[in-house]
Structures are given as C-alpha cells and as structure tokens.
C-alpha cells in the first residue's frame, strides 16, 4: 500500500484478554517502530525493528509486552492479559533508514493508529 | 533518560496572528530534532533540524534549532484554522528512536 497500514482502528476488550495488533509497513522500509499514544500525551517509544530483529526493545513496559516482525515486513505487537491502562492509541511507524544513518531524513512515516479501549 | 519539555501545552489564537512554539530538551549526543503536526491520529513530519541545519521554512512555517539553549521554535505565520492540530517535538541522540514531548495543541479561531 501507499502508506503505513494498521489493523483493527479500534479494539475493545476486557481487562486480561489477549489482543493482537498489526503494522504493515510501507513496502521496503527496513525500520519499523511501535509507539504508544495516552490522551493528552506525546507518543511513548515501545520498540524499534530494523530488519527482523527487535534493535531496541528497551521501552515495552513489562513482560506482558511483545512484538514480532518475522519476515521483516509486518509487525505484530502482542499485549497478554490486558489492563485498564494499556488503555491507548497504539501507533506504528517506518522508515527506509535507521535513524542517524547517512542519508537518512529523519522522518517516520506514521499509521493511523489502533485504538486499544481495555474495559 | 532524554526529555523533550514543550510550552505552551496549548493555546488559542486568532485566524492570521502569528504564533510560536517552543520546545526544550535534554538528549544523549544529539543528533536531530524534529517537528510533526498531529490532527487526527497519524503525525506527519514538518521539520528535521541538525546541527548542519538549524534552521527549516516551508511556506507559513519556519523553525529554528538553538544548541547552544538546547531548544528549537516552530513559527506558523499569518495562521489558518487548517492550522489547528497539535505540533509534537522530537529528538534522537545515541539510539535510533524518536522520544517525543507532549505537544502543543493549537487552535485557530476565525
């Protein structure tokens, strides 16, 4: 597709489900990143993937907290037995290039977003 | 830890005034700093600042890196209300990843 695609827009759950989100990148954009969106805040870094491999996984808040990107295209992140406050705009992001790499723009390329509502 | 600091949390102006954002920050071996609006859900990029380039314009909107204060400026002038949104700021520094401030949600009026 044209751009970042992310699936559902919206879940809703109940507290100690397990949800799957999913990212499709923008086509050959090797990084892919997560982050995690409260009202009223600015996004909150979760995991970075460049290629297949988690480069940085340093801001998934516990261990209930997953991500996959098996064939390095779609990413998956994973949250086990969900709370009210994971409650968020879960967004995914892609870039062609590391951040800092020669060359690189800076920018990420930003999905709509998945609407996580745990009741 | 880096931080980014951004003020004012919001404000309201009037179709055609020019405004000013400001943000702040504190970042291991800084590398760029960057600028998105954000209206609905997606951010989508404005501005990359580095230290090869401190300053950025595009049409209504220009901004301004200062190492020295460790901050930037995001000038919109003579605002439309297509300009409501609300403006994040960004920095990298030794990791790959964005670490982004609260934002600034602006509101223009007719």
């Known amino acids: 597709g044209a751009g970042v695609s992310q699936t559902p827009s919206n879940k809703v759950t109940e507290k100690g489900k397990y949800v799957e989100l999913r990212c499709d990148p923008i086509?050959?954009?090797?990084?892919l990143y997560w982050y995690r969106q409260s009202l009223g805040q600015g996004p909150e870094f979760l995991i970075y993937?460049?290629?297949?491999?988690?480069?940085?996984d340093s801001g998934l808040p516990n261990d209930r907290f997953f991500a996959v990107r098996p064939e390095g295209s779609v990413s998956t992140l994973k949250i086990q037995r969900t709370e009210r406050g994971d409650s968020a705009v879960y967004l995914c992001?892609?870039?062609?290039?590391?951040?800092?790499?020669?060359?690189?723009?800076?920018?990420?390329?930003f999905g709509e977003g998945s609407r996580l509502t745990v009741l | 830890e880096d931080k980014v600091v951004q003020s004012p949390l919001s404000l309201v102006v009037h179709e055609g005034d020019t405004v000013t954002l400001n943000c702040s920050y504190e970042?291991?071996?800084?590398?760029?700093l960057l600028w998105y609006k954000q209206e609905k859900k997606a951010p989508t990029f404005l501005f990359m600042l580095?230290?090869?380039?401190i300053e950025k314009k595009s049409g209504r909107l220009s901004s301004k890196l200062d190492k020295k204060e460790l901050s930037s400026i995001l000038n919109i002038t003579a605002t439309q209300t297509g300009d409501s949104a609300i403006y994040l700021c960004?920095?990298?520094?030794?990791?790959?990843?964005?670490?982004f401030g609260t934002g600034t949600r602006l509101q223009v009026t007719l």
């Open positions: 086509s050959g954009h090797t990084a």
């Open positions: 970042v291991t071996n800084f590398r760029s």
């Open positions: 993937f460049q290629g297949t491999g988690a480069a940085d």
């Open positions: 580095t230290s090869s380039g």
């Open positions: 992001a892609s870039s062609p290039r590391r951040q800092g790499e020669t060359g690189s723009t800076g920018e990420l390329f």
């Open positions: 960004a920095v990298t520094g030794t990791a790959s990843k964005l670490t």
